[in-house]
Structure formats: C-alpha cells, structure tokens
C-alpha cells in the first residue's frame, strides 16, 4: 500500500501520518481544523481540502477520529465538496479505523462499507501521543 489517506491529524493521527511519510508512504491527510493537516506538509504529508478528495485514489484509508459519531459523519455525510468520502472511495480501498469505538458502530460501519466494496478493519490503537510520536502504539 503506497498511497494512504490519513483522516484525523490531531494529537495523536499528526505523528501517524508523519511516521508513515518517513517509512516512504505517500500519504494525503485532511483534518476538521485545516491548519493542523497543513502543519504536516514539511514531514511530506500532502494536504486535502476535503475527506472525499483525500480518499478519491489511494490503496487505505486511515481514520484517526475522536467519536464513533465523527467516525461516521466524516465517511457518510456530505463534506465540504458535497461529495459522500465512503462513496468516493475506490472499490477494494481498505478503511482502517483506529479509533476507540464501540463494537457496534464498527460492525454497522463495515456493512455500511461492504456493500460498497470496500474492506475495513476495526484496529483501535492505544500508547498516547508519546506512543504515536515514538511509533510504538498498541493496535
């Protein structure tokens, strides 16, 4: 997987992002608060005005969110290009959720995804910031 979106650059998805462009990834990142994901782009992460357009053609999606209920505004509501990211997303992208969510919020997620073809793996991840900064989070 060379081409990753990273959705959520906050405390925690800013290291991740960072440490999978030094591990040679090309990684498009987006971020609620826009000027959190620009920050990114000295550690060669690219910047995407919205989640669709950061999905639109990559091999994974990363989703670093702080809620099940974010989670899910931010791959099923219209974004700011008024495009849908979960139906943006190519056939066959792997979505991986490291958010700490419940296990029914991930399960009807996934449907949601499969039947759009689309893989997804529940991995939430656990260490802090010091953890992601570090690159030894617990997945």
């Known amino acids: 997987m060379q081409r ?4 959520g650059t906050g405390i925690m998805g800013a290291h991740m992002a960072t440490r999978l462009a030094a591990a040679g990834r090309d ?3 987006w971020n609620r608060t826009p000027a959190k994901a620009d920050a990114l782009a000295p550690g060669g992460v690219s910047v995407a005005q919205s989640p669709s357009h950061a999905v639109a053609q990559t091999d994974a999606v990363i989703v670093m969110l702080s809620t099940a209920a974010v989670v899910d505004e ?3 509501a219209r974004d700011a290009s008024g495009a849908v990211p979960a139906e943006a997303l190519p ?3 792997l ?3 490291t958010s700490s969510q419940p296990v ?3 399960r009807r997620q996934a449907a949601r995804l499969a039947a759009r073809g689309v893989r ?3 991995a939430p991840v656990s260490g802090g910031e010091r953890g992601a900064r570090e690159g030894t989070l617990a997945i």
């Open 4 to 7: 990753i979106a990273f959705l």
């Open 27 to 29: 990684v498009i990142a």
């Open 74 to 76: 931010v791959l099923f």
């Open 91 to 93: 056939d066959g992208t």
């Open 95 to 97: 979505v991986v959720v």
């Open 104 to 106: 029914d919020a991930a």
């Open 120 to 122: 997804y793996v529940d």
